[in-house]
């Protein structure tokens, strides 16, 4: 019986404690609050320099697509992530030998960039996205 007494003084802190702790916790973003704003897309067989496009979000999505061209191992196909302004490559996005597709979810800081696609006895497609979260007021994306 010595124990009410302080059950009826700790059990008001902890309810307090544990709704604080709720209002401080961030709301986790959904998917359907982020759209899919796309920065460029490209196609063609041998190698290519993109043009530049900024990152602002840093979260990146490559959809690629590779088709042989020639004999079966003499194919290669790489898509990498460059700084726009010192040149150097920040990460390689795809490096295969085989034809194939995939989509690619990448982070990459916040810069200005550009893919540098090389390929070998490969045509090619790719896409890159950038997601961007969606306006509450209307619901759309930032330009």
């Known amino acids: 019986m010595r124990c009410w007494p302080l059950v009826l003084v700790a059990l008001p802190l902890l309810i307090a404690c544990e709704s604080r702790r709720q209002e401080l916790t961030p ?23 993109t043009e530049s496009f900024d990152v602002t979000t840093g979260s990146l999505r490559l959809t690629w697509e590779a088709l042989h061209e020639g004999a079966p191992g003499t194919n290669h196909f790489r898509v990498s992530l460059h700084s726009a302004i010192s040149g150097r490559p920040l990460q390689t996005i795809v490096d295969t030998q085989e034809a194939g597709a995939d989509t690619v979810d990448l982070a990459a800081n916040p810069r200005v960039a550009y893919l540098v696609i090389e390929s070998e006895q490969i045509r090619w497609r790719v896409t890159l996205q950038e997601a961007v979260p969606r306006s509450p007021v209307s619901g759309a994306a930032r330009d």
């Open 27 to 49: 709301p986790v973003a959904a998917a359907s609050t982020l759209l899919w704003h796309a920065l460029g897309t490209w196609s063609g067989s041998g190698d290519r320099q």
